[in-house]
């Protein structure tokens, strides 16, 4: 099994700035893509960034010059550098990491409010 933390969400004024991280622990051998999905009160969950093993980004157009990410392989973590916060952006973040050697192939986290106010 593998276990997903995050922290960092929060409540900020539009312009504002936030980052998430998400930790992964647990038994696996190793850790593929990571990323960052939200979904919003009465919407479907999106994809906002992705970064690969490789280091290779992916980025929501919504989010694209705003939102960083980035991994720590090191301590298997994924990080969500958001700047220029809209309030479009209030959603409940959920962490999203590919593993190898583990029970299942795909883990989520538990998920970290990020409410922007105008």
């Known amino acids: 099994q593998v276990h997903l933390v995050e922290s960092g969400g929060g409540l900020v004024q539009a312009g504002g700035s936030l980052r998430l991280s998400c930790a992964a622990s647990?038994?696996?051998?190793?850790?593929?893509?990571m990323g960052w999905y939200r979904q919003a009160p009465g919407k479907q969950r999106e994809l906002v960034a992705a970064?690969?093993?490789?280091?290779?980004?992916n980025y929501a157009d919504s989010v694209k010059g705003r939102f960083t990410i980035s991994r720590d392989n090191a301590k298997n973590t994924v990080i969500l550098q958001m700047n220029s916060l809209k309030a479009e952006d209030t959603a409940v973040y959920y962490c999203?990491?590919?593993?190898?050697?583990?029970?299942?192939?795909?883990?989520w986290g538990q998920g970290t409010q990020v409410t922007v106010s105008s």
């Open positions: 970064i690969s093993s490789g280091d290779s980004t």
């Open positions: 999203n990491v590919e593993v190898s050697g583990s029970r299942w192939p795909v883990y």
């Open positions: 647990g038994i696996f051998r190793s850790i593929g893509a």
